[in-house]
């Protein structure tokens, strides 16, 4: 017997819940539990007195998962609501990720020329590397990541994806 | 808005949420609150022998009153302890509060004496908890934990309070109305969905109604209004094993359990239906059996109070999401508002009665006095020989379990006590405890196993400390049957480790206990020593020896459609392929 797994599709959620302890444990090991993916989460405090987070979630699954998942997060008792970005249309995606390059000579000048041609910012140099930031959907990253790596790439960091509807309405 | 201790607190706190009973176990961590509650006058608390024990009781104290089931345990041991009987509560939606004791706040995270992350642990085996860090919020938190226990979908809530905030004073406060501010559950049914599904069933051929543990929590009225409507419609119904009790079983339209161990009846007018309304069930694969192959014919109508149980499992075409008594009263309202009346169902009626023609729970026994007791024939005497007088009856997990559902007859909600969703063995003796505190003057009867009954045997203890004539009726085989039943299925009969070897004498431990203890051997003295266990006052412990190697049926193997039923034991393979072994 071989074990099958289900091709999916990506969604990408926008949860608030109660700023309170546990709330992440809870919304992370709702997923391990019950056997969803997390391709990348992102959590931060947005309201004025504190109490409310925004969570961010790209997740994969066939299309009942993505109800399944959206249905399991909302009974949570912090989860205020769930709001499905890839099903309600569009949507602005950002990410940010820190990318460090090392090297000298005809590399060290590709990649900042390939840094420019991304809009990639230089925050930090050495005469032997850089550090450049860029902002963008995944995909931009991903291939300005890709091709860093001819260049010397020595580290990511990457916050992970943030989104938010178009227009003029509130979640 | 009183200054008091945080142990003080609590106990108001209980107090004024109507509390009548604490079941729990002392240790270090709940000093405080033990002595808030010593000797108090109206919170009774029952010292269980373990802390399982404690949440086992508390689930048979709400499974049949309807309140919810407090339970007071300390630190670390205590708190794990705890934790099947809270995962048990969350898969049965059974209402029930957790106080759990905590090392003082200043030494979380350092590894001290009897910690554990009790949060961490419990996090996703409640409906949700609390650490509490100040001793001003909890009376907000114990008023919102029972509230939130008790709301919507019924579930284990845990509140974990570390030592010194049980010490420290602080303000008490009530939540003047507690509305959360993100858990608000929807109680009453949307009108238009309520308006298809009067349409629908009013246009079915082949209605069944399909019913769970979510009638049994929506209270007795859900029970009344559920006969109402089927009376009105005229469709047959057929329950899970948690909805048991809902519905009458001498009822001509009853069906008997569906299911794995369910009726042939049951599962045959599920595939052949052309309309499904679940109401406060969950399709679950005990009951679906293979799934492309559930009610292939059938539109499906589902009734719950949780969004996340339409289409886990199961696509359904109308969702109706709310309390199920409300939404059948809305129904049976629409229904009779439309003018509809009961559709001549005589066609269907006549495929149902020709399914019950295989009288599926018949099973082969001799009849000499001398003879072995079959198990079925002992649930039934015990059914007979308790009629009209209202018993509450409670199971372990297993074999014994599957019978008592298919033999024994309820007539109403909250006398079924069981552990449906978890199975676990060990639930049926302390929950019996817990619904013979709750119900002092009502017979009370534990069916168990003689494999299950001793994962918390040492309950007799708490038993005999406080007088209480719970009754356990042993189905004693010698085995742990349904193992065996399946490795007699699925693995050529090789009996891997399911052996119940060195038995203890049920009776002398009886006697040990205080209680009192009797045998029954053979089919002779089956009546008389049923008849002996109730006439007996106080606690009383039946071996009864039954036939070893009778097996559950009819049966849905592992994997298997409704339509595949295994009606006798010579039907049995012996060999199963792997996809089939690989299923639970």
């Given amino acids: ?171 | 808005m009183t200054e008091m201790s945080g142990a003080d607190m609590v106990v108001q706190a209980l107090v004024d949420l109507g509390v009548d009973t604490v079941f729990g176990y002392p240790g270090g961590a709940v000093l405080p609150i033990y002595d808030a509650l010593y000797k108090h006058p109206t919170i009774k608390h029952i010292l269980v022998r373990h802390e399982q024990a404690a949440t086992h009781a508390a689930e048979g104290y709400a499974r049949s009153t309807g309140k919810p089931g407090v339970v007071l345990v300390t630190s670390g041991p205590g708190a794990t302890n705890a934790v099947t009987g809270i995962t048990d509560a969350l898969l049965d939606s059974i209402p029930m509060v957790v106080l759990t004791g905590q090392v003082p706040t200043t030494l979380i995270g350092t590894d001290a004496f009897q910690e554990c992350d009790t949060v961490g642990i419990t996090r996703h085996c409640t409906k949700h908890n609390y650490l509490v860090m100040d001793p001003d919020r909890l009376g907000p938190i114990m008023h919102e934990a029972f509230h939130i226990a008790t709301h919507g979908r019924p579930g284990p809530v845990v509140i974990d309070i570390p030592k010194n905030v049980q010490v420290a004073t602080g303000t008490y406060s009530v939540p003047a109305f507690i509305q959360h501010n993100s858990y608000r559950p929807q109680v009453e049914p949307d009108a238009a969905a309520i308006a298809a599904a009067v349409e629908m069933i009013a246009a079915a051929e082949r209605p069944v109604f399909y019913t769970g543990g979510g009638v049994i929590n929506a209270g007795p009225d859900a029970s009344v209004s559920l006969r109402q409507l089927v009376a009105l419609t005229g469709a047959p119904i057929t329950s899970t094993l948690m909805g048991l009790g809902a519905f009458p079983s001498d009822d001509d339209k009853w069906l008997g359990m569906l299911g794995m161990h369910g009726t042939y009846e049951a599962n045959m007018a599920m595939n052949r239906a052309d309309l499904i309304i679940a109401v406060g069930a969950r399709f679950d694969d005990r009951v679906t059996g293979r799934l492309d192959a559930f009610a292939p014919e059938a539109k499906k109508i589902h009734i719950d109070i949780d969004r996340s149980s339409i289409n886990k499992i199961v696509p359904v075409d109308l969702a109706v999401i709310g309390d199920a008594g409300r939404a059948l009263d809305a129904i049976i309202a629409g229904w009779q508002a439309a003018g509809h009346k009961a559709r001549d169902l005589g066609e269907w009626w006549r495929r149902v009665d020709g399914w019950r023609a295989t009288r599926c729970l018949d099973f082969p026994e001799k009849k000499e006095p001398d003879a072995d007791i079959m198990p079925q024939r002992a649930v039934r005497a015990l059914f007979d020989a308790t009629r009209g007088c209202d018993p509450i009856i409670t199971t372990e997990v297993g074999q014994h379990q599957m019978w008592a559902a298919q033999h024994f007859g309820f007539s109403d909600p909250n006398r079924w006590l069981t552990s449906g969703g978890l199975g676990t063995m060990g639930y049926g003796f302390p929950a019996a405890v817990g619904a013979q505190i709750a119900n002092p003057d009502r017979l009370v009867i534990c069916i168990a196993g003689e494999a299950s009954l001793q994962m918390n045997i040492q309950e007799m203890g708490t038993v005999a400390q406080y007088r209480l004539p719970v009754k356990i009726f042993i189905l004693n085989n010698e085995w742990m049957g349904m193992v065996r039943q399946w490795q007699e299925l699925t693995y050529e009969s090789r009996y891997s480790n399911s052996y119940s070897d060195s038995l203890p004498d049920f009776v002398k431990l009886a006697d040990a206990y205080g209680w009192t203890g009797l045998r029954i051997d053979t089919l002779g003295e089956l009546e008389a020593g049923i008849r002996t266990m109730i006439d007996t006052p106080g606690p009383v412990i039946v071996d009864c020896r039954v036939a070893k190697l009778a097996n559950c049926f009819p049966m849905i193997p592992s994997g298997a459609a409704h339509t595949d039923m295994i009606l006798q034991p010579n039907d049995i393979v012996g060999t199963m392929d792997d996809e089939a072994k690989a299923l639970v």
Avoid: W
Avoid at chain 1, 28 to 57: C, K, M, P, Q, W
Avoid at chain 1, 59 to 78: E, F, H, S, W, Y
């Fill in chain 1, 1 to 171: 017997m071989k074990i099958t797994t289900e091709t999916g599709e990506r969604h990408v959620l926008a949860i608030t819940v109660d700023n309170e302890a546990g709330v992440l444990a809870k919304i992370t090991g709702l997923f391990t539990a019950r056997g969803y993916n997390i391709e990348s989460l992102t959590v931060a405090d947005i309201s004025s007195d504190h109490a409310l987070s925004r969570i961010t979630i790209v997740t994969n699954g066939p299309p009942p998962v993505i109800d399944q998942i959206i249905a399991q997060l909302d009974r949570l008792v912090p989860v205020h609501s769930v709001t499905d970005l890839t099903d309600q249309g569009a949507h602005v995606e950002r990410e940010i990720a820190l990318v460090k390059v090392a090297g000298t000579g005809d590399k060290r000048i590709e990649a900042l020329r390939m840094a420019d041609v991304f809009r990639a910012k230089v925050v930090d140099t050495t005469l032997t590397s850089f550090i450049f930031e860029i902002t963008g959907n995944s995909d931009k990253v991903d291939r300005f990541i890709a091709l860093m790596r001819e260049c010397g790439l020595v580290e990511v960091g990457r916050t992970g994806v943030v989104a938010i509807a178009r227009g003029s309405e509130a979640l």
